[in-house]
């Protein structure tokens, strides 16, 4: 599996963005797919999962905020990001954990094993 994120750019606090990854592949439903970020010098953050139907989980630090969502049909998956704060900014990773399930270790980096190039988001004051 091969990802591709994108989407991400300069925002101003309180702005919205939304990002994409898009997934080669014909397995895709079988993978649990995750969103992940990393402030410089701070380690790789959990953000947000969704499993093969739709069932999500998200760190409480965005709930409300991120909407995480996927598209089986596309090979896609999203973050819809609202009432951006300059703590968000980061590189944003999406990465693909096969077999992933609600209530399994979908915030665990460790249990991904595909994972996309990153796409800067910045968040100003």
């Known amino acids: 599996v091969q990802l591709q994120a994108s989407g991400g750019g300069l925002v101003q606090t309180g702005g919205s963005l939304r990002l994409s990854c898009a997934a080669s592949?014909?397995?895709?439903?079988?993978?649990?797919m995750g969103w992940f970020r990393q402030a410089p010098g701070k380690e790789r953050q959990f953000v947000a999962a969704?499993?093969?139907?739709?069932?999500?989980t998200t760190v409480d630090s965005v709930k409300g905020r991120f909407t995480i969502s996927r598209d089986n049909a596309k090979n896609a998956v999203y973050l819809q990001m609202n009432s951006l704060k300059p703590e968000d900014t980061a590189v944003y990773y999406c990465?693909?954990?096969?077999?992933?399930?609600?209530?399994?270790?979908?915030?665990?980096?460790?249990?991904?094993?595909?994972w996309g190039q990153g796409t800067q988001v910045t968040v100003s004051s």
């Open positions: 990465a693909a954990q096969r077999g992933g399930y609600y209530g399994g270790a979908l915030d665990d980096f460790k249990q991904y094993t595909y």
């Open positions: 592949g014909r397995t895709f439903s079988s993978y649990a």
């Open positions: 969704v499993i093969w139907n739709g069932i999500s």
